[in-house]
Protein backbone atom coordinates (compact mmCIF):
# COMPACT_ATOMS: atom_id res chain seq x y z
CA UNK A 1 0.00 0.00 0.00
CA UNK A 2 1.53 3.30 -1.28
CA UNK A 3 0.12 5.63 1.50
CA UNK A 4 1.42 3.59 4.78
CA UNK A 5 4.94 3.22 2.28
CA UNK A 6 5.37 6.67 2.72
CA UNK A 7 5.03 6.46 6.35
CA UNK A 8 8.47 3.99 6.83
CA UNK A 9 11.22 6.59 7.68
CA UNK A 10 8.92 8.11 10.21
CA UNK A 11 7.75 5.37 11.93
CA UNK A 12 11.51 3.55 11.93
CA UNK A 13 12.35 7.24 13.90
CA UNK A 14 9.63 7.17 16.06
CA UNK A 15 9.32 3.33 16.26
CA UNK A 16 13.20 3.47 17.61
CA UNK A 17 12.99 6.37 19.83
CA UNK A 18 10.31 5.21 21.58
CA UNK A 19 11.67 1.64 21.71
CA UNK A 20 14.83 3.07 23.34
CA UNK A 21 12.86 5.40 25.71
CA UNK A 22 11.40 2.38 27.02
CA UNK A 23 14.62 1.65 28.29
CA UNK A 24 15.21 4.64 30.00
CA UNK A 25 11.86 4.20 31.52
CA UNK A 26 13.25 1.54 33.55
CA UNK A 27 15.95 3.17 34.96
CA UNK A 28 13.81 5.95 35.85
CA UNK A 29 11.41 3.65 37.56
CA UNK A 30 14.50 1.54 39.57
CA UNK A 31 15.70 5.08 40.77
CA UNK A 32 12.39 5.90 41.97
CA UNK A 33 11.56 2.33 43.37
CA UNK A 34 11.31 4.10 46.80
CA UNK A 35 8.16 5.34 45.98
CA UNK A 36 4.62 4.33 47.08
CA UNK A 37 3.41 1.84 44.80
CA UNK A 38 0.11 3.63 43.71
CA UNK A 39 1.94 6.70 43.06
CA UNK A 40 4.26 4.69 40.67
CA UNK A 41 0.87 2.97 38.76
CA UNK A 42 -0.37 6.66 38.56
CA UNK A 43 2.86 8.43 37.25
CA UNK A 44 5.30 6.45 35.93
CA UNK A 45 3.57 3.40 34.63
CA UNK A 46 1.67 5.19 31.77
CA UNK A 47 5.00 6.95 30.23
CA UNK A 48 5.84 3.18 29.71
CA UNK A 49 2.49 2.01 28.05
CA UNK A 50 2.57 5.73 25.86
CA UNK A 51 6.24 4.25 24.74
CA UNK A 52 4.88 1.15 24.00
CA UNK A 53 1.84 2.17 21.81
CA UNK A 54 4.18 4.21 19.70
CA UNK A 55 6.52 1.35 19.31
CA UNK A 56 3.62 -0.85 18.71
CA UNK A 57 2.07 1.85 16.07
CA UNK A 58 5.39 2.02 14.53
CA UNK A 59 6.05 -2.01 14.06
CA UNK A 60 1.97 -2.08 12.73
CA UNK A 61 2.63 0.89 10.66
CA UNK A 62 6.35 -0.87 9.10
CA UNK A 63 4.45 -4.17 8.20
CA UNK A 64 3.76 -4.88 4.69
CA UNK A 65 0.04 -5.02 4.54
CA UNK A 66 -1.82 -5.16 1.74
CA UNK A 67 -4.17 -2.72 2.69
CA UNK A 68 -5.13 0.31 5.26
CA UNK A 69 -8.36 -1.84 6.73
CA UNK A 70 -6.33 -4.02 8.66
CA UNK A 71 -4.04 -1.77 9.97
CA UNK A 72 -6.59 0.93 10.79
CA UNK A 73 -8.57 -1.80 12.69
CA UNK A 74 -5.32 -2.29 15.04
CA UNK A 75 -4.55 1.35 15.41
CA UNK A 76 -8.05 1.69 16.57
CA UNK A 77 -8.18 -1.07 19.03
CA UNK A 78 -4.91 0.72 20.15
CA UNK A 79 -6.86 3.84 20.38
CA UNK A 80 -10.10 2.62 22.24
CA UNK A 81 -8.10 0.44 24.40
CA UNK A 82 -6.07 4.16 25.38
CA UNK A 83 -9.32 5.99 26.34
CA UNK A 84 -9.69 3.01 28.49
CA UNK A 85 -6.36 3.62 30.32
CA UNK A 86 -6.53 7.46 30.31
CA UNK A 87 -9.58 7.09 32.15
CA UNK A 88 -8.17 4.12 34.87
CA UNK A 89 -5.39 6.08 35.07
CA UNK A 90 -7.18 9.75 36.04
CA UNK A 91 -8.71 7.22 38.99
CA UNK A 92 -5.23 6.38 40.35
CA UNK A 93 -4.47 9.90 40.38
CA UNK A 94 -7.58 10.23 42.43
CA UNK A 95 -6.95 7.50 44.67
CA UNK A 96 -2.98 7.28 45.26
CA UNK A 97 -2.23 9.72 48.11
CA UNK A 98 1.68 9.83 48.22
CA UNK A 99 0.85 13.13 45.87
CA UNK A 100 -1.22 15.93 44.91
CA UNK A 101 -1.88 16.05 41.65
CA UNK A 102 -1.78 19.86 39.79
CA UNK A 103 -3.05 20.59 36.75
CA UNK A 104 -0.21 19.88 34.68
CA UNK A 105 -0.36 16.04 36.37
CA UNK A 106 -3.77 16.17 35.03
CA UNK A 107 -3.02 16.95 31.77
CA UNK A 108 0.00 15.27 30.87
CA UNK A 109 -1.33 12.25 32.69
CA UNK A 110 -5.30 12.55 31.36
CA UNK A 111 -6.11 14.57 29.16
CA UNK A 112 -3.87 14.53 26.37
CA UNK A 113 -3.33 10.76 26.58
CA UNK A 114 -6.84 10.50 25.94
CA UNK A 115 -7.00 12.92 23.09
CA UNK A 116 -4.07 11.45 21.34
CA UNK A 117 -5.84 7.87 21.76
CA UNK A 118 -9.25 9.45 20.86
CA UNK A 119 -6.88 10.54 17.89
CA UNK A 120 -6.06 6.83 17.62
CA UNK A 121 -10.03 5.74 17.59
CA UNK A 122 -11.14 8.94 15.41
CA UNK A 123 -8.77 8.32 12.84
CA UNK A 124 -9.39 4.44 12.42
CA UNK A 125 -13.24 5.11 11.77
CA UNK A 126 -12.23 7.93 8.70
CA UNK A 127 -9.38 5.49 7.74
CA UNK A 128 -11.51 3.90 5.08
CA UNK A 129 -12.63 7.17 3.00
CA UNK A 130 -10.04 9.41 4.04
CA UNK A 131 -6.61 7.15 4.40
CA UNK A 132 -3.91 9.89 3.76
CA UNK A 133 -5.65 12.32 6.09
CA UNK A 134 -6.28 9.20 9.09
CA UNK A 135 -2.35 8.43 8.64
CA UNK A 136 -1.36 11.87 9.59
CA UNK A 137 -3.46 11.93 12.53
CA UNK A 138 -1.87 8.72 13.79
CA UNK A 139 1.30 10.36 13.13
CA UNK A 140 0.54 13.30 15.54
CA UNK A 141 -0.93 10.82 17.93
CA UNK A 142 1.99 8.75 18.08
CA UNK A 143 4.28 12.06 18.43
CA UNK A 144 1.88 13.66 21.41
CA UNK A 145 2.02 10.13 22.46
CA UNK A 146 5.87 10.27 22.78
CA UNK A 147 6.34 13.49 23.77
CA UNK A 148 4.17 12.74 26.63
CA UNK A 149 5.77 10.07 27.71
CA UNK A 150 9.41 12.29 27.43
CA UNK A 151 7.70 14.93 29.46
CA UNK A 152 6.32 12.95 32.06
CA UNK A 153 9.53 10.72 32.61
CA UNK A 154 11.51 13.81 33.11
CA UNK A 155 8.84 15.51 35.18
CA UNK A 156 9.11 12.19 37.33
CA UNK A 157 12.84 12.02 37.73
CA UNK A 158 13.30 16.00 38.38
CA UNK A 159 10.31 15.63 41.31
CA UNK A 160 12.32 13.01 42.92
CA UNK A 161 15.93 14.16 42.54
CA UNK A 162 14.82 17.87 43.12
CA UNK A 163 12.05 17.79 45.61
CA UNK A 164 12.19 14.38 47.07
CA UNK A 165 15.91 14.71 47.93
CA UNK A 166 15.11 17.85 49.44
CA UNK A 167 12.43 17.49 51.60
CA UNK A 168 14.11 14.23 52.96
CA UNK A 169 17.71 15.72 53.66
CA UNK A 170 19.59 13.92 51.27
CA UNK A 171 20.46 16.92 48.97
Known amino acids: MS ?10 IVGSSAGALIGL ?26 FGVVLLLSAVASAP ?27 RLRVQTTYQPVFEDWLFHVLLPFAAYAMLAGSAYAAH ?3 RPALFIVGAAALLLLFIGIHNAWDAV ?3 VFVKKRNSGEG
Open 129 to 131: SHA
Open 25 to 50: QFVVIALIARGAAQAGAAFTTPSVVH
Open 3 to 12: ALAEWNSFYV
Open 158 to 160: TYH
Open 65 to 91: WHGIATVAALWGLAGLGGVVYAVLVAR
